[in-house]
């Protein structure tokens, strides 16, 4: 059987069986999604996710007062953003929760649209861009529209890997899904940072082809894992939670590190590298063993990691049996470094200030779009994919550690040749300077955002988003 568009929209409330989520892996995730204009000439597409903080602010002194309420209050996030959206050909989406349905999308024709996170975080998605070029723009445009917004209201946006300012009791869960109830609940049950994962963190997460040929595929799978702790340790930018200096300068990867290692990490090992079935298989392997945390349609409760997708395959929960609807629902709660989709969702990074947003998705297009850069960083990072949890560990820490330092040097040198290869009509050369500029200004010095960012605290300097 195979799992076309059509079937599994006849068939997405059936029951799926442990083969036909293996298909699914293959045919949906760990195959490459083609451009619409299957002539361009691009060497490949980027998507942009990135997070901000919502804060209301004292309009004299700029300092961040509260966390701007989603729904509620005299300035509620979601009416701010779809008045300016709908005047922009903009078009809200809702979903209905309790007594009256709630704004939870802004979408627009080009496809970019804003989402909301869990704490209110306002979230940026680009659609697929043919070039890093266009990609920028398109954020560009949208973060226009923030803009606007914080110059008519006493709001500020903030591009940080954490809040520096506000606890999770303040914040509070501003969209109440219940996926995102039983997703609290369930890590609350394991350890503080769950609530601190979902309302005081910010990343960006790039978005990139798979390519068309295996060999490439596996390369590029291959090198987003391995990768994922120098993109951490290179662009850390969260230091502090709660107005406490916390020690580290990617305490945003801690915490996500330390949710819960059924769902998140690393899904590939040595063997693995160059078998794309066997990386199938492992991604399967994470999905089957991850606990459930929500199933719609089954009351309003969440299961406490009672069951796992593999327990579900083979028994009832409440007498009904996972569909494909489920399973989809089930894919898009696990949080890997490199989740599939078609394409590569890399999520190493901390959300950087707008002045060098664009760094981490210059660095990794110079190294995947690059054969030479993928091949040579693919030779030094294969032989530490065992390594790769001790890596994270170590990243959390910016540059501080000899090896991250000494590797990330290596890496980002390539990335800058890679890019420097790439056709004029995918990166200009502000893309290559921004990457030096980047690569002076903090890489060579041992530094990154996060030192910034703590000095200015020390010398009483506004924080720079």
């Known amino acids: 059987m195979s799992l076309n568009p059509g079937n599994k929209k006849n068939a997405a409330f059936a029951a799926i069986s442990r083969e036909e989520c293996l298909l699914d892996l293959q045919e949906r995730l760990f195959s490459p999604k083609k451009p619409a204009d299957s002539l361009s000439k691009t060497p490949g597409r980027i998507g942009l996710e990135q997070e901000a903080f919502a804060w209301e602010i004292d309009p004299g002194t700029g300092q961040a007062l509260r966390p701007l309420s989603l729904y509620k209050g005299q300035h509620p996030l979601a009416r701010l953003l779809l008045e ?14 309790q007594e009256s349905p709630q704004i939870d999308k802004i979408s627009f024709a080009s496809g970019d649209n804003f989402q909301f996170e869990p704490g209110g975080q306002v979230e940026i998605v680009t659609a697929p861009s043919q070039s890093l070029i266009q ?3 398109q954020l560009k445009q949208m973060q226009d529209i923030l803009v606007e917004i914080q110059q008519e209201y006493p709001v500020r946006f903030a591009q940080l890997g954490t809040d520096p300012f506000f606890t999770g009791e303040e914040i509070g869960l501003q969209l109440p899904k219940p996926r995102y109830r039983h997703l609290q609940g369930y890590f609350n049950s394991l350890h503080p940072s769950g609530q601190q994962m979902m309302l005081q963190t910010c990343s960006q997460h790039i978005n990139i082809d798979l390519g068309e040929k295996e060999e490439i ?9 391995a990768i994922s702790p120098f993109l951490t340790a290179l662009f850390a930018h969260s230091p502090v939670l709660e107005r406490k200096i916390t020690g580290q300068k990617s305490l945003r990867s801690t915490l996500w590190r330390s949710l819960d290692s059924k769902r998140t990490g690393f899904w590939i090992t040595e063997e693995q590298a160059f078998h794309k079935k066997g990386w199938v298989e492992a991604y399967a392997k994470l999905a089957f063993h991850a606990p459930l945390l929500h199933i719609e349609g089954v009351d309003d409760r ?18 009904q049996r996972p569909s494909f609807s489920d399973w989809e629902n089930h894919l898009s709660l ?5 989740r599939m989709k078609g394409f590569l969702e890399v999520r190493a990074t901390d959300a950087l200030p707008r002045a060098w947003q664009m760094v981490p998705s210059a660095f990794l297009a110079g190294i995947i779009y690059s054969p ?32 991250i330092f000494r590797t990330g040097l290596e890496i980002f040198q390539l990335a800058g040749e890679g890019l420097q290869a790439l056709p004029e009509t995918f990166r200009s050369k502000s893309h290559l300077r921004l990457l030096e500029s980047y690569f002076e200004h903090f890489t060579v010095k041992k530094r990154t955002p996060s030192d910034e960012l703590l000095e200015n605290l020390s010398l009483n300097k ?4």
């Open 84 to 97: 300016k959206c709908l005047t922009k050909g903009g078009e809200g989406h809702l979903f209905r929760e």
């Open 135 to 137: 990609a920028e723009q």
């Open 217 to 225: 595929q596996l390369l590029r799978i291959g090198v987003a894992q």
């Open 302 to 319: 969440w299961f406490g990691g009672k069951y796992t997708w593999a327990y579900w395959l083979k028994n009832q929960i409440n007498g």
């Open 334 to 338: 696990l949080f890997p470094q490199v």
């Open 372 to 403: 030479h850069a993928l091949e040579k960083v693919w030779g030094i990072l294969e032989p530490k994919i065992q390594d790769l949890d001790l890596l994270c560990q170590k990243a959390s820490e910016g540059l501080k550690d000899e090896e």
């Open 462 to 465: 506004p924080l720079i988003y």
